[in-house]
C-alpha cells in the first residue's frame, strides 16, 4: 500500500490535519523536477520506432512540465525550508498535545484518589444523617452523634444516605474507566502520531534523494533525518510512556481490583477496537466521496431544454410504453382476445427493455404478473381451446421460467467465479500473451483470442472485464489517445462479441437459441454447436483484426509492445480442482445427446460445478450472492414471455403471417432475411433482448415451412446476434468498453470509433454467416 493511503487508514481523525502533508512534499519534488529538466531533449527515435516505454516517458514528462508551468505559484525554491515548515508544525502541535494529555493524566490520578477512599469516608458517616455534621465532622469516628429523639427515622435516613453514596460512588468509578480509557487510546495515538511522521519524512527525504538527487540536488535523508529525530527526543517518549504505564495501574486499581496484567488487556482491547473503528469511518468516508463525486458527475446537467428532456426520458418511455399498451388493447386486431391482449403485453415490454426505461430485470418481472391479470394462457387439452383461469395460469408461467435455461446460467457463472477467484482464466491469458511477439498487430490479435476463448467458457458480460484487467500493464505505457490503446479495447470488445457466440454458455441469446432449439425433440448437441461457431468467430476475428490495423495502423506508430511477464508460480490444488470439475462439466456438456437417457437435460449437468465448488470450499456464499441475478432474471422474464406469445396463440398468428410472405422463399433466403433482420433489430438493442423477442418468431416459421429446418435457422439468427455490434449500446462487451476511461479520465473510445470499424465488421459477419455458416449448418445440423 503506497504511504499516501497508509496514512489515511492509521491517522487519528481527530488530529487528521496535523500530520505530514506527504502529497505535498512529493508534489514539491517533483514539481521541482520539472522545473530543472525543462527545456532539455530526451533525443527520441524516429516515429516508426518509438517503444511503448518511450512513449511512457516522454508522456510523463510532457505532464510533469505542465504541471510546473500551471501550478507553480506559491512553490518554494528551497525544499529543505518546506521540510522545516512542516516540521515545525508537527512538532508545535505535538508538544500541544502532549502537555494536554500528561495534566490530563495528573487530573486522572487525582480523581483516582478520591474514588478510591469514598467507601471508607462512606463508612465513617453511616451513623449519620446527610447534611447533620460539618465536612469535618466525618473525619472523626469518635464525635458522638447527635440526639434525634427518633430511633426509627434515624436508621431509615442513615440507609438512605448509605445507598444514595453507594449508588454514587459506582457512577464515579464508571466514569473513571471511560475517562482512562480514552487517555489510554489518546496517549497511544499520540505515540503512534510521532512514529507515522517520522516515517513520512523519511520517505519523503528518500523521494526527494531519488529524484532530485540524479540532478546535483545535495541528499537530505542522512543530513536532515536526525534533525527530525532530534524533534521528538527521548525524553519525551519517555514521559508518554511512563504517563500511559500510570495509567494502566490506575485502571487497574479502579476496574480490575488491582491486577494490571488484566488492566492491560481490558486497555489494549479498547484500543484495537478504537482503531477498527476509525479505519472503518475512513473508508466509507472515501467510498461516500466517490459515491457523490460519481452522483454529481452523472446527475450533472446543463440548464435548457434538453437538460430537461435527459433528466425526464425515463417516463417518457415508460408512458410511451403505456400508451402502446392501452392503444393495442383498446384497437381490435385479432379476433381473439388472448392474442390481442398478449400484442399489447409483448409491445409494452418490448418497448421498456429497448429503451431501458426500466432495468431490465425489473422488466421481466412484470412479464408474469401481466401475462397472469391479462389471462393470455390458453388451456389447449380439449377439443377447443380455453383460456386458463388465473391459478391456473399462474402455475404455468412461473414453471416455465425455471428450465433448463437458468440452471446453464448458474452453472456457467459457477464457472466463471471460480476462475476469476482462483486467477485461472487470468494465468491462461496471460501465459497466451507472453508468448506472442511483441509487434503491436500480433500483441493485439493475441489478446482478441483470448478475449474469444475467455468468452467461450466464462461468458462474454465477465471476459470483456477480465481482458480490460489484462491490458492495462500495456495500456499504461501509452499516450493519451494512442492509435493503438483504442485497437487494444476496441478488439477485445469486438473480439468478446464474436466469443459469444463460441459456445452454448458464452451469451445469454445462446442459452435461449439452445431452448428454442429443444421445442418439440432434442436440441443441437455442443460438438455440433462448437463445429459451427468456432470456425465463424476464428475468421470474423481475423476479420475485425483487419479491420483495426486498415484503420489505426498501430503497427505504423509503435515499434513494439513490452511483453507481460509470464508466472512461475505452481498450480495450487484448488486451480487444478477447479479445471478438472470445469473440464468435466464440459465433457458431459460435450456428451449431452450420448447421455441424456441418464441425465435428461443438460440442465442438469449444470448442477455439477455449482455443487462441487460451493459444496467444497472453493466458492462461498458471498461469490453466490455476486453472481449476475440481473441476467438470470432477464433470462426468466424472456422464457415467461415466449411462454405467453406461445399459449395465446400469438406466436402462431405471427408465424403464418410471416410464412405467408415467405412461402415461396428457400431455407437460404429465409436464413437471410431473418440474419438481416437480426442485425438490425440487435445493433440498436441489446442482444439478449433481441433474441428473446426474435428467436421464438424464427423457430415457428421454420418449424412450418414446406421443407422445415427450425434448428438451423434459430442458431444462424442466434450466432447473428452476437455478430452485431456497430453501436456501443450493442451488447454488453460493447457497453464495457465505452466505459473504460484512461488515468486522465478520457475515454479510450467514442461512437464514432465503433461506427467506422464495428458497422463493417457486422456486415461482413452478416455475410460469413449465412455464406460459410450455412453451408457448415447445412453439414452438421441437417439437410
Not at 462512606?122 to 451513623?127: K, N, V
Not at 459451427?532 to 486498415?550: K, R, S
Not at 490444488?573 to 450420448?594: D, E, H, M, P, R
Request: proline residues 4%; glycine residues 6%.
Amino acid at each position: 500500500m503506497k504511504f499516501s493511503h497508509a496514512l489515511k487508514f492509521n491517522a487519528n481523525s481527530a488530529w487528521k490535519d496535523h500530520y505530514i502533508n506527504y502529497n505535498r512534499l512529493k508534489k514539491l519534488i517533483y514539481r521541482k523536477e520539472a522545473e530543472e529538466t525543462k527545456g532539455l531533449s530526451l533525443n527520441f527515435p524516429d516515429v516508426a520506432n518509438r517503444t511503448s516505454i518511450d512513449l511512457e516517458r516522454q508522456d510523463m514528462l510532457e505532464r510533469q512540465v505542465s504541471m510546473a508551468l500551471e501550478g507553480g505559484h506559491g512553490v518554494e525554491d528551497d525544499l529543505e525550508k518546506a521540510f522545516d515548515s512542516e516540521l515545525l508544525r508537527i512538532v508545535q502541535f505535538y508538544q500541544k498535545k502532549e502537555a494536554e494529555l500528561l495534566e490530563g493524566a495528573e487530573e486522572l490520578e487525582r480523581l483516582e484518589r478520591q474514588v478510591r477512599s469514598s467507601p471508607g469516608r462512606a463508612s465513617q458517616t453511616l451513623t449519620a444523617p446527610a447534611g447533620r455534621r460539618s465536612s469535618g465532622a466525618h473525619d472523626d469516628p469518635e464525635q458522638p452523634l447527635l440526639d434525634t429523639g427518633n430511633e426509627a427515622e434515624e436508621l431509615a435516613e442513615q440507609s438512605r444516605f448509605w445507598a444514595q453514596n453507594a449508588v454514587n460512588v459506582r457512577i464515579a468509578r464508571e466514569k473513571l474507566r471511560d475517562k482512562l480509557q480514552e487517555q489510554f487510546v489518546d496517549l497511544q495515538a499520540l505515540v503512534d502520531f510521532v512514529e507515522v511522521n517520522r516515517t513520512g519524512f523519511r520517505k519523503a527525504l528518500k523521494k526527494h534523494d531519488k529524484v532530485l538527487g540524479p540532478l546535483g540536488h545535495p541528499k537530505l535523508l542522512a543530513t536532515y533525518f536526525p534533525k527530525v529525530e532530534a524533534s521528538f527526543p527521548e525524553k519525551h517518549r519517555l514521559r508518554v510512556q511512563d504517563a500511559i504505564d500510570r495509567l494502566v495501574r490506575l485502571y487497574g486499581n479502579v476496574c480490575c481490583q488491582g491486577s494490571i496484567e488484566l488492566a492491560e488487556l481490558e486497555l489494549k482491547s479498547e484500543l484495537r477496537s478504537q482503531l477498527k473503528l476509525e479505519r472503518t469511518t475512513v473508508w466509507k468516508d472515501m467510498v461516500e466521496r466517490e459515491r457523490k463525486g460519481h452522483s454529481a458527475t452523472v446527475e450533472d446537467f446543463a440548464p435548457g431544454l434538453t437538460s430537461w428532456l435527459q433528466r425526464n426520458r425515463q417516463y417518457f418511455m415508460i408512458l410511451l410504453a403505456a400508451i402502446a399498451f392501452a392503444v393495442l388493447l383498446a384497437v381490435p386486431i385479432f379476433e381473439d382476445a388472448p392474442k390481442q391482449n398478449c400484442l399489447a403485453l409483448l409491445a409494452a415490454v418490448s418497448i421498456l427493455w429497448c429503451t431501458e426505461a426500466l432495468p431490465l430485470y425489473v422488466t421481466s418481472m412484470l412479464v408474469p404478473l401481466l401475462a397472469v391479470v391479462l389471462r393470455v394462457m390458453m388451456d389447449d387439452s380439449g377439443k377447443t381451446p380455453q383460456r386458463k383461469s388465473a391459478p391456473d395460469a399462474a402455475d404455468a408461467i412461473l414453471k416455465s421460467m425455471f428450465s433448463q435455461t437458468i440452471m446453464l446460467l448458474l452453472g456457467g457463472f459457477a464457472i466463471a467465479s471460480a476462475f476469476t477467484k482462483h486467477f485461472i482464466a487470468k494465468r491462461m491469458a496471460t501465459w497466451v500473451l507472453s508468448k506472442v511477439s511483441s509487434k503491436p498487430q500480433y500483441v493485439l490479435l493475441a489478446n482478441m483470442l483470448v478475449a474469444t476463448f475467455a468468452s467461450m467458457w466464462i461468458t462474454n458480460v465477465a471476459a470483456p472485464v477480465l481482458c480490460f484487467s489484462l491490458l492495462q500493464p500495456i495500456l499504461r505505457t501509452l499516450p493519451s489517445g494512442h492509435s493503438f490503446a483504442k485497437s487494444l479495447v476496441l478488439g477485445i470488445a469486438l473480439a468478446s462479441n464474436l466469443g459469444g457466440m463460441t459456445s452454448p454458455i458464452s451469451s445469454p441469446q445462446n442459452i435461449f437459441a439452445i431452448q428454442e432449439m429443444g421445442r418439440g425433440g432434442n436440441s443441437v448437441s455442443w460438438l455440433s454447436w462448437f463445429a459451427v461457431a468456432l470456425p465463424i468467430a476464428f475468421v470474423g476475428n481475423l476479420i475485425c483484426w483487419g479491420a483495426l490495423l486498415t484503420v489505426y495502423r498501430p503497427n505504423k506508430t509503435l515499434k513494439e509492445v513490452r511483453r507481460l511477464p509470464d508466472t512461475t508460480d505452481p498450480i495450487t490444488w484448488k486451480q487444478a480442482y477447479v479445471i478438472f470439475i470445469a473440464l468435466g462439466t464440459v465433457a458431459l456438456w460435450c456428451a449431452n445427446s450420448a447421455l441424456d437417457k441418464y441425465v435428461g437435460q443438460m440442465g442438469i449437468v449444470a448442477i455439477i460445478p455449482m455443487v462441487f465448488f460451493f459444496g467444497f470450499g472453493l466458492l462461498n456464499k458471498d461469490d453466490f450472492n455476486n453472481q449476475l441475478w440481473n441476467v438470470v432474471m432477464l433470462a426468466m422474464g424472456g422464457s415467461a414471455l415466449g411462454e405467453a406469445v406461445k399459449s395465446s396463440g400469438l406466436l402462431s398468428a405471427i408465424a403464418h403471417g410471416i410464412q405467408d410472405l415467405i412461402i415461396d422463399y428457400g431455407t437460404w433466403e429465409v436464413l437471410a432475411i431473418f440474419c438481416a433482420l437480426v442485425l438490425v433489430a440487435t445493433t440498436f438493442i441489446s442482444h439478449t433482448v433481441g433474441a428473446m423477442v426474435i428467436l421464438p418468431i424464427v423457430q415457428a416459421v421454420g418449424a412450418d415451412m414446406s421443407d422445415p429446418h427450425p434448428k438451423l435457422l434459430v442458431m444462424g439468427a442466434a450466432l447473428m446476434c452476437s455478430g452485431a455490434m456497430g453501436l456501443p449500446v450493442s451488447g454488453f462487451p460493447n457497453m464495457n468498453a465505452i466505459a473504460l476511461e484512461d488515468q486522465t479520465g478520457k475515454p479510450y473510445l467514442t461512437t464514432l470509433d465503433f461506427l467506422r470499424v464495428g458497422v463493417p465488421c457486422s456486415v461482413a459477419t452478416y455475410f460469413l454467416v449465412v455464406s460459410v455458416g450455412y453451408v457448415i449448418m447445412r453439414f452438421f445440423i441437417g439437410w
